[in-house]
Structure formats: C-alpha cells, structure tokens
C-alpha cells in the first residue's frame, strides 16, 4: 500500500527526522492559506499523487510570491497530470503540499528495502541523487553505497556511520545524518515498509540534513497491525474496479486487451494471461481467485470483469485438483444466470469428474464454451475476439 | 528415491483443528502419507479423527516422533509457528500460510540460517513425492509415481497444470515442490536443484519461475555450473504490467528487474529447455526427457 509524500512527511517529523516546513491543502485558497502561514519566501507547490516524476509533469512549482503561490496551486490543483508513472491517462491531483524553499547545496539519494534474497535490510544510499537511481545504478555503481542490516541484530551505530560517510557528508553534518538513518531505520521496521524513498536528501547551504521528498509503500501482509497506516489509505490513488474487487477478497488488475480471464492460482493467472496473448488475443485483466473457487467468487468475478466495458469474451481456467468439475460447472451456470451473461465465455477445467462438469455447461443452454486443455481454451477464446 | 519427504517421513500439522487443517489432513491420509500428530494449543489430548492432538510442538516430537511439520496457522501466528517448529527440532518444516509479513520472515530466515532444518514455503503448496508422502495441499491424483523427473516452482495452480501435463505424457516425478510466492522463503530453487542433483532417481528437472526477484537467474547459473541433468524452464508473467503486485507477494517487476524476458534470456544461456507456451510443455518435456 503506497501513502501520499504529505504523509509520510507527517510519519517522518513523528520520527523526528527533519523535513521541510509546511502542510497539506485540500484546494486552492487553503493552499494560498498554507503559504501564508509559512511567512517566508520562496514557497514551494507540489501535486499529491502516488507516482513519481511530478516535477517533470508540472506537477512541482516554485512560487517566489504569494500571487505566484496561488497561480501555481490554480495549475496544478484539479489538473491531470501525467509522468512515466501514471500511465498516459495521467492522474487528476486532488492535494497540494505547500511548502517553504530550502537553500539547497547538494541532493542526495537515500533508501531503505528488504533484499529478498539474503533476508537483510538494505541502507541503498548515493551522492548523486535527484536522479533516477536505476539510471546511476546502471551508469556509476560505484556512487551506490549499500549497508546491509541483519533483521535480528538490528540497527547499530555503525551502520549508521556507513551510510553518514558514505554520503560524502560535510563534518557537521554527519551526526544529524546517522541520526535520521537510525530514526529511519527505526520508521521501516515499526510500520511494516515494504519501501522508503527520499529523491531528494538534501543538504542545505547551513549544513542540515532535510528530507524534501518522501515515498513510503507498506508490506500489505502486515497491515492488520498497523491501523493507523490502513487510514492512510487514499481509494482515489487506486482502479475502482480493483477497489471493488478487494472488497470481495478477489486479485483484480486491470488490463488494455479485450479478453477478460477468470483463474485460480496467481501463477497460473499470469501464464493465462500469457498464453492469451500468445493465441493473438490481449488480456483485458489479471484476476485470481484464490487457489480453492466457489460459485460467490466466480460470481463475483464475473460482475468485475464485465464492468469493463471493452470485454469481449471470457476464458475461465480453474485447475481443480481436489475440487469436483460438476460442483465447479453448477457454480458457474448459476453465476452466470445471476450475472446476466453477454459475452461468450470458454471454460477450462481440470479435477475430477470433468466429462459430467462439461456436460452441465453444455445443457445449461448459456454461451459457456467447453475447452480440452489450455492450448484449445486460448485458440477458442482468441477465435471469439478476433 | 525421493528429496526432502518419504514414506518414512512422520508428519505433525499445526493448525490441525480449522478448518483448512482438517481437510488437508484428510487428504494427507488418504494419499497414503504418515500422519502421527496435529498441534492446536489448547486442544492438546483431543483427537482429530484418529490422530492425536498436542498443544505444542515440542510434545508431538516427543510422543508421537514426528519429523515433518505441516502449517496452516494464519498469518498473525505463522512466523511463530514456523519457529516453534524449528526449536522442536523438526526436520523439514512445510508453510503452507499465505499472507505472512515479510519483516516476520526475514527474521525466520535469519534465525534458521546455519541450521540443518529445511523450510519450505511459506505461501506454497508444499511437497509431495508421488506415491509415498504428501505434505501438502496439492492434488495428489494428478501425480504419477516412479520419477525420473523433478519439478519445483513458485505456484501453485501453476504447478498442478505442469505436474498434469507430465503425467498425462506418461512421465512420472521423483518430487514436486513449491518454494512458494513470497519475497522471502526458506527454500529456493539452488537447495531444490542440488537435491535433485544428488538424487539418484532424478534424471530431469521441471523449473517453473515468474516475475519479480533474481531467483530464477541465480537458479539458471547454478545449472549452467553444478547441474548433470537437463532442465525444462517455465516463467510467468511475460504480460503482467511492471509495479504490479500479481497475487503473490513476490510476484512484482521493479524497475528493469523482474521481468520474465530477462529470466527466459538467462535460462536460455544456461542451456534451460525454455518453453514459452504453457500449453505445449508437456510435449517438450517428451522430447527432452524421452
């Protein structure tokens, strides 16, 4: 689950670490408001959406005036913004954050994520920050300094000088610098990160350290212990139908194709999705059902899927095993008598008693299409779209 | 032959009176596997059907010799239950939970670091060697006794479909195990493929990846490098959308890493029989695996 940067600024100055002075805005004149408030110049407007690259959109404005403040939150309040993260149907910006302009000497790059292959915390940390960190990666490993923290011993203070020196910090800066990393470090783990970004740290022209930006995703495995995170939650950030789904314990990604799919088993999902595609057809969505299905899932997932409008057939691959086809089939004749079925719909299914599962579909007198295995199911449903 | 489970392997489910608990062990049961205790603290001295109930751990080893432990603990309990295990000196611990914190595992990992227990899962299907022992959740009609192949994957349903279409090509497994979707798991693809390279039965190995993480690469040079055998590769998600979560925790690509087209070029140069249609890897393990 991702936060706003306004947020997880909020959860940082909880932790002690500094960040800028300012506060959220939920219009136009509340932003000229905030600015006020701040009673220095320059100011600083930032667009509230979950994806980065807001500063290349527009989306991030530098006011040297109040007049200025407020043509700037007339801008970007309201406006679609798009960056390489949204997709190009962009992102309507509901928030401002207002803030106060730092003097800034130097960015820098600083991270904290789990590494999943050796169970450790990472520090990921760089002198060249303000940039896109993949970018540096790819073009000076060397300006990437990684410390990596054992989940049992936990942070120690040399850790924390790794990563103060590491940053190349001028002396009177580095004391505040182990500081935040220890606070943060502390801020990962207590809340259950599975990601905390700041691009960019900076140092200031009087020597202090500042988190100008802030980006925090959280592990939704833990989020049952942390309630006041799941408040956070912001369900305009998010695809209504994915939404709606999630009410219903359903895995729903929505997708650009026009063949909905229904299967039980992520893994399974994706290499449908796959072989959809293979078969020259595009998947409108990703949607598993759970490795168990019953008829009020299947139910559900067809009312999800056939909310997109661009669906024009089905493929439903559920993998059985222990489950009995003929219970499967009856489950889905009746979710789609329920639904009000309008597209065709191919069935592939595995477990016992398929030959009486198929029969049930056939006699059903709906258009539910019986497949023999995988390859036939994705021919049979790319033939319907096509 | 077999890895990590045999018919000599005595099985302990934790979580043996819910509801999911219950019916795996009966599946369990009927497939013929070896049950000999459930733990549900607070139940201890009842029974599950026949099979005795303990309240922990600890005394399901001592009483009714278990070596094998099968978990069905939800997700708040699971990392706890994992551990309990562990300090009860079981052997090969099966999680079968979905859902468990990745904080919760990283420090599970960390602690069995250096210790001879094996950890499967968690968020998997688990491991069964067909006719001998299933500790699992998987279907075991669909598995056909006799070897010579193994097969390991992240999925679940995934793997069922592999482990179908072997079977229906008249080519029976050794072992099949699911190391499970998550970020962070106790056993990966190298600890599988080395026990299937000191295997003497397992002539072939089924590998089946998807997107997100750098298993599958590390998997790949390890084959390139240590591997006797030949290898059939599978990887999902060649269509899922970058920075999407698909389902399993694990199942991501960040970035430029992750993706299935990066894992199907390091398989390819480790000499992995890809196949790049779900659909037709029955017949391509028939021609590999004669």
Redesign the interface.
């Known amino acids: 689950m991702k936060i706003h940067e306004f947020q997880a600024k909020q959860l940082f100055a909880d932790y002690g670490i500094p960040v800028p002075r300012g506060r959220a805005a939920s219009d136009v004149d509340d932003a000229l408001e905030a600015a006020k408030e701040l009673g220095t110049l320059p100011v600083v407007v930032k667009a509230q959406i979950h994806a980065g690259g807001r500063g290349k959109g527009g989306g991030v404005k530098i006011a040297k005036t109040l007049d200025e403040a407020k043509s700037h939150a007339q801008a970007i309040y309201g406006m679609t913004l798009v960056t390489h993260?949204t997709g190009p149907e962009g992102r309507l910006v509901k928030k401002l954050l207002v803030e106060e302009g730092l003097n800034i000497e130097k960015e820098l790059y600083f991270s904290i994520i789990?590494d999943?292959?050796t169970?450790?915390?990472v520090f990921m940390v760089s002198e060249a920050g303000g940039m896109d960190i993949?970018e540096v990666a790819a073009k000076t490993p060397e300006k990437i300094i990684k410390v990596a923290v054992?989940?049992?011993v936990g942070i120690q203070a040399y850790h924390c000088r790794q990563v103060a020196f590491g940053l190349n910090l001028p002396a009177a800066a580095v004391k505040a610098m182990t500081a935040i990393a220890k606070s943060l470090f502390r801020l990962f783990?207590e809340k259950?990160c599975?990601l905390l970004e700041i691009n960019p740290l900076v140092l200031t022209a009087d020597d202090r350290v500042i988190a100008l930006d802030a980006k925090m995703s959280f592990?939704?495995?833990?989020l049952?212990?942390h309630p006041d995170i799941v408040e956070m939650r912001d369900l305009d950030e998010e695809d209504p139908l994915e939404v709606e789904a999630s009410r219903h314990n359903l895995?729903y990604?929505k997708?650009d194709g026009n063949v909905g799919n229904m299967?039980?088993?992520?893994?399974?999902?994706?290499?449908t999705?796959?072989?959809?595609?293979?078969a020259g057809a595009q998947?409108a969505n990703?949607l598993?059902v759970g490795?168990g299905a019953n008829a009020q899932m299947v139910e559900n997932g067809f009312r999800i899927i056939l909310s997109d409008p661009n669906v024009k057939g089905i493929l439903i691959n559920i993998?059985?095993?222990?489950l009995r086809c003929d219970v499967l089939a009856s489950g889905v004749v009746e979710a789609a008598t329920k639904v009000g079925l309008n597209v065709p719909v191919v069935v592939r299914m595995?477990?016992?008693n398929v030959d009486e599962g198929r029969r049930i579909l056939k006699e059903s007198g709906l258009n539910l299409i019986s497949a023999k295995?995988?390859?036939?199911a994705?021919q049979k449903v790319a033939d319907i779209v096509r | 032959m077999s890895i990590f489970v045999n018919r000599d392997t005595r099985v302990v489910v934790q979580g043996i009176t819910g509801k999911e608990g219950q019916f795996h062990t009966r599946q369990c049961i009927a497939y013929g596997t070896n049950v000999v205790a459930g733990v549900t603290p607070g139940k201890g001295g009842q029974k599950m059907d026949e099979v005795p109930v303990f309240n922990t751990v600890a005394e399901a080893v001592k009483q009714a010799g278990a070596n094998c432990s099968l978990i069905f603990v939800p997700p708040p309990f699971a990392a706890d239950a994992i551990l309990e295990s562990v300090d009860a000196g079981i052997d090969v611990v099966v999680a079968i939970t979905e859902g468990i914190p990745v904080l919760d595992m990283m420090r599970v990992k960390t602690y069995i670091a250096g210790k001879s227990v094996r950890l499967i899962g968690p968020n998997c299907p688990g491991v069964i060697s067909p006719g001998q022992c299933k500790v699992g959740i998987m279907p075991g009609v669909i598995h056909k006794p006799g070897g010579p192949i193994g097969v390991v994957s992240r999925s679940g349903t995934l793997t069922y479909e592999v482990v179908h279409q072997l079977t229906l090509q008249g080519i029976g497994q050794t072992t099949c195990i699911g190391i499970g979707g998550d970020p962070v798991n106790g056993t990966n693809f190298i600890d599988c493929l080395s026990a299937f390279e000191a295997d003497p039965d397992t002539k072939g190995v089924v590998m089946v990846g998807e997107i997100g993480g750098t298993a599958e690469e590390e998997a790949a040079s390890f084959i390139r490098e240590k591997l006797s055998m030949p290898v059939v590769g599978f990887i999902a998600g060649l269509t899922a959308p970058p920075g999407r979560r698909m389902g399993h925790a694990g199942a991501i690509i960040s970035g430029s890493s992750g993706t299935a087209q990066g894992k199907i070029a390091a398989m390819k140069e480790a000499g992995i029989h890809v196949c790049e249609d779900l659909g037709s890897l029955g017949k391509l393990c028939k021609k590999v695996f004669g």
């Open positions: 993260q789990p999943r292959a169970a450790k915390i993949e054992d989940p049992l783990v259950d599975s592990d939704s495995n833990a049952y212990r895995n990604i997708m299967v039980n088993g992520a893994g399974l999902a994706m290499a999705m796959d072989i959809i595609k293979q998947p990703f598993d490795g993998f059985g095993g222990i595995e477990g016992t295995d995988l390859a036939d994705a």
